[in-house]
């Protein structure tokens, strides 16, 4: 058992050399963030912005919570695409929310159903439970190990999680990354 844990220590050792320092893309976000912000060009401000930026990644270092989770360069590679795939369903339901909307409480079917969920981190559950609830028409009410409680509006949602394209995105988004 401890053998796997090395292999997947030396794995990770091993994928983190080729990505950019977790430190090194905070220290760009944070200049980013505050160059959009304030827009100045003069030097002192610059400096300024500087300083406060090396000031908090100074902190953040001493404070040790600078990793993989909260700084997850690892995802933007995909994240682009499942982003696109997800405002597309995210659309696709709202339309369908509208529609049995209109057509009455007849055609609603509220449902609360536990499903699994594929997801070996906790970033991974947390992206495939944010996707669930950003969804029109259903909302992740619980996670407890690899499953999740769901409520969906229509029974159908649920149906459409069950079919498993949703998990299977995030899946590869998590395991492809």
């Known amino acids: 058992m401890n053998n796997s844990k090395i292999l997947d220590k030396l794995t990770l050792d091993e994928t983190n050399r080729y990505l950019p320092s977790h430190k090194l893309c905070l220290c760009l976000s944070l200049s980013l963030f505050w160059w959009i912000?304030?827009?100045?060009?003069?030097?002192?401000?610059?400096?300024?912005?500087?300083?406060?930026?090396?000031?908090?990644?100074?902190?953040?270092?001493?404070?040790?919570?600078?990793?993989?989770?909260?700084?997850?360069?690892?995802?933007?590679?995909?994240?682009?695409?499942?982003?696109?795939?997800?405002?597309?369903e995210i659309i696709l339901a709202n339309i369908s929310v509208v529609k049995h909307i209109w057509l009455g409480n007849g055609s609603i079917s509220p449902?609360?159903?536990?499903?699994?969920?594929?997801?070996?981190?906790?970033?991974?559950?947390?992206?495939?439970?944010?996707?669930?609830?950003?969804?029109?028409?259903?909302?992740?009410?619980?996670?407890?190990?690899?499953?999740m409680t769901i409520h969906a509006l229509i029974k159908e949602n649920i149906e459409t999680l069950k079919a498993g394209e949703m998990d299977r995105r995030v899946t590869e988004l998590e395991n492809k990354c």
């Open 37 to 88: 912000n304030s827009n100045y060009s003069n030097a002192l401000l610059l400096s300024l912005g500087a300083a406060s930026i090396l000031l908090v990644l100074f902190i953040a270092h001493r404070m040790d919570v600078i990793d993989h989770e909260s700084q997850p360069v690892h995802l933007s590679v995909k994240l682009p695409s499942y982003m696109l795939w997800l405002v597309k």
């Open 111 to 147: 449902t609360l159903v536990t499903i699994d969920a594929s997801q070996r981190t906790d970033l991974g559950k947390v992206i495939y439970a944010n996707s669930i609830t950003l969804t029109p028409g259903t909302v992740t009410v619980d996670i407890v190990g690899n499953r």
